[in-house]
């Protein structure tokens, strides 16, 4: 038997060891000419074995990541055309437009029924959904003549840096989600700030260069009924005029964690970083523990059922569409940008202000059994916007829209037909004129969900005001002690 770091011809020993010990087998052995992909590879190898051993270890590292490499590639081609299939809208069309350098946004666009129709209704969706997030009002609306629009926030659904825009993530992040942004940004991503303010850009431009309608109605649920005051308020006197109402569907009322540095600029500049790439190695362990907690589609389906008020829950469908859409090879660092992003300069209640101040007329729509958004914001937004019509839908919670799609679509078009009525659709009843006045709509499972007007002329309204603003939950437990 030929002993370790000896020839034997064209033959070596293969090193195995079991428990410490050496276990030596033969077998034939590439010459290492063959190995390197050299010429001559018949001719017998007169290197030590030793060498001819590190040459082949070389090579099957070479191979193992070759194989890597390739089965990386296979994972991500799936896990792409896997949110391609879950991102995209069921009820209407999907489109691309090319927004700035190297950033593709995705929307959703569901054509008029009604010939010559010039009104369209821009949808925009809340933190975490996507444009996939309003399906059950695409079909409804465009049947009534309305053209509708949901785009894909940057850093949501399928719109995203065309490439890793910092690239070089360290290779212990690396992970779904997690394989783009952590590096050195690169060329023209330098500014780049996934965050509100990027957002209400986006949806200025994508306004005046992708929605071909003369009149627009803006609505948005939660963050997209912040974004929809933000970038309506900001509007220059040129696109306002196309703007003939806003709906906001349980508006978050604030973002973001830093002060703005109109409002507080020594707090603002205490926050070494403000969402600029890379994302720094401070605050990676918060914002991936973070992330990766949130994107567990059983933690998805828990927050989902938490901010519901349907017996039933939200399945399963909603938590997987979520969970793929954070699997982008930038969801982490699109995350991490997201928290800390500076507020913007107007705060939601200013923005509500010059809104009705450019007298477009608002629809406030709330599910009264929203834990987060509570009446109270539903009532102070009222105090901000008093000629708002304003309606509460019971049972509903934080994203009536999709919890209770045909009472959300009923009040929005019986409000549309009033504010922007399109020739040719079917008539409707109004709404409430009253305080206190209501209407049911039966859902398609059966539940009747009751759409009551509200609003107040004074502060204190007679016998319930003060009752019915405190949260659903609150009152539950109130219930409960009698």
């Given at each position: 038997?030929?002993?370790?770091?000896?020839?034997?011809?064209?033959?070596?020993?293969?090193?195995?060891?079991?428990?410490?010990?050496?276990?030596?087998?033969?077998?034939?052995?590439?010459?290492?000419?063959?190995?390197?992909?050299?010429?001559?590879?018949?001719?017998?190898?007169?290197a030590?074995?030793s060498?001819l051993?590190c040459?082949m270890?070389?090579?099957?590292?070479?191979?193992?990541?070759?194989?890597?490499?390739?089965?990386?590639?296979?994972?991500?081609?799936?896990?792409?055309?896997?949110?391609?299939?879950?991102?995209?809208?069921?009820?209407a069309?999907?489109?691309?437009?090319?927004?700035?350098?190297?950033i593709?946004?995705?929307?959703?666009?569901a054509?008029?029924?009604?010939?010559?129709?010039d009104?369209?209704?821009?949808?925009?969706?809340?933190?975490?959904?996507?444009?996939?997030?309003?399906?059950?009002?695409?079909g409804?609306?465009?049947?009534?003549?309305?053209?509708v629009?949901?785009?894909?926030?940057?850093?949501?659904?399928?719109?995203?840096p065309?490439?890793?825009?910092?690239?070089?993530?360290?290779?212990?992040?690396?992970?779904?989600?997690t394989?783009?942004?952590?590096?050195?940004?690169?060329?023209?991503?330098?500014?780049?700030?996934?965050g509100?303010?990027?957002?209400?850009?986006?949806?200025r431009?994508f306004?005046?260069?992708?929605?071909?309608?003369r009149?627009?109605?803006?609505?948005?649920?939660?963050?997209?009924g912040?974004?929809?005051?933000?970038?309506?308020?900001?509007?220059?006197?040129?696109?306002v005029?196309?703007?003939?109402?806003?709906?906001?569907?349980?508006?978050?009322?604030f973002w973001?964690?830093i002060?703005?540095?109109?409002?507080?600029?020594?707090?603002?500049?205490?926050?070494?970083?403000?969402?600029?790439?890379?994302?720094?190695?401070?605050?990676?362990p918060?914002?991936?523990t973070?992330?990766?907690?949130?994107?567990?589609?059983?933690?998805?389906?828990?927050?989902?059922?938490?901010?519901?008020?349907?017996?039933?829950?939200?399945?399963?469908?909603?938590?997987e569409?979520?969970?793929?859409?954070a699997?982008?090879?930038?969801?982490?660092?699109a995350?991490?940008?997201?928290?800390?992003?500076?507020?913007?300069?107007l705060?939601?209640?200013?923005?509500?202000?010059?809104?009705?101040?450019?007298?477009?007329?608002?629809?406030?729509?709330?599910?009264r059994?929203?834990?987060?958004?509570?009446?109270?914001?539903?009532?102070?937004?009222?105090t901000?916007?008093?000629?708002?019509?304003?309606?509460?839908?019971s049972?509903?919670?934080?994203?009536?829209?999709?919890?209770?799609?045909?009472?959300?679509?009923?009040?929005?078009?019986?409000?549309?037909?009033d504010?922007?009525?399109?020739d040719?659709?079917?008539?409707?009843?109004?709404?409430?004129?009253?305080?206190?006045?209501?209407f049911?709509?039966?859902?398609?499972?059966?539940?009747?969900?009751?759409?009551?007007?509200?609003?107040f002329p004074?502060?204190?309204?007679?016998?319930?005001?003060?009752?019915?603003?405190?949260?659903?939950w609150?009152?539950?437990?109130?219930?409960?002690?009698?």
């Amino acid at each position: 038997m030929a002993k370790v770091g000896s020839t034997s011809g064209n033959s070596v020993a293969d090193a195995v060891t079991a428990k410490g010990l050496g276990l030596l087998r033969l077998r034939p052995a590439p010459s290492v000419a063959r190995l390197r992909g050299q010429e001559h590879a018949s001719k017998p190898s007169t290197a030590p074995a030793s060498a001819l051993l590190c040459s082949m270890a070389a090579s099957c590292c070479a191979c193992r990541r070759l194989r890597s490499s390739r089965i990386k590639r296979r994972v991500t081609a799936e896990r792409t055309a896997r949110r391609e299939e879950l991102m995209r809208p069921k009820t209407a069309t999907s489109n691309k437009w090319q927004w700035r350098d190297n950033i593709t946004v995705h929307y959703a666009k569901a054509a008029s029924k009604i010939p010559g129709s010039d009104t369209a209704v821009v949808l925009l969706h809340g933190f975490g959904v996507a444009s996939f997030h309003y399906e059950a009002q695409f079909g409804p609306l465009s049947e009534a003549g309305y053209t509708v629009y949901a785009a894909d926030n940057v850093g949501a659904g399928l719109s995203w840096p065309d490439c890793d825009p910092a690239p070089g993530t360290p290779a212990e992040l690396t992970s779904p989600g997690t394989e783009w942004g952590f590096g050195q940004p690169r060329p023209p991503f330098e500014d780049l700030v996934i965050g509100e303010a990027l957002w209400v850009d986006q949806v200025r431009d994508f306004i005046a260069e992708c929605v071909e309608e003369r009149n627009v109605i803006i609505g948005g649920n939660s963050l997209g009924g912040y974004l929809t005051v933000l970038a309506t308020a900001t509007m220059d006197n040129s696109m306002v005029g196309r703007i003939k109402g806003v709906a906001l569907l349980n508006p978050t009322p604030f973002w973001g964690w830093i002060p703005s540095r109109a409002k507080n600029p020594s707090l603002h500049d205490a926050f070494p970083w403000k969402g600029q790439l890379p994302v720094p190695s401070s605050v990676r362990p918060l914002t991936l523990t973070w992330y990766n907690t949130l994107r567990n589609p059983d933690s998805i389906e828990w927050l989902l059922n938490f901010v519901t008020s349907n017996p039933a829950g939200v399945g399963h469908e909603l938590a997987e569409r979520i969970a793929t859409m954070a699997d982008h090879p930038a969801g982490a660092a699109a995350f991490a940008q997201i928290l800390f992003t500076p507020q913007a300069e107007l705060t939601f209640d200013e923005a509500l202000e010059a809104v009705v101040q450019r007298k477009i007329p608002v629809f406030l729509l709330y599910g009264r059994e929203d834990p987060w958004i509570i009446p109270y914001w539903a009532a102070r937004a009222y105090t901000t916007a008093p000629d708002a019509d304003y309606v509460q839908l019971s049972p509903s919670g934080h994203c009536p829209h999709y919890e209770t799609p045909a009472a959300v679509n009923e009040s929005l078009l019986r409000w549309l037909q009033d504010k922007a009525p399109v020739d040719g659709q079917p008539p409707r009843q109004n709404l409430p004129g009253s305080i206190g006045a209501s209407f049911a709509v039966e859902e398609e499972d059966g539940r009747e969900i009751l759409v009551t007007r509200r609003g107040f002329p004074e502060p204190f309204r007679e016998d319930e005001l003060a009752w019915d603003e405190f949260p659903a939950w609150l009152q539950q437990v109130a219930r409960g002690t009698e």
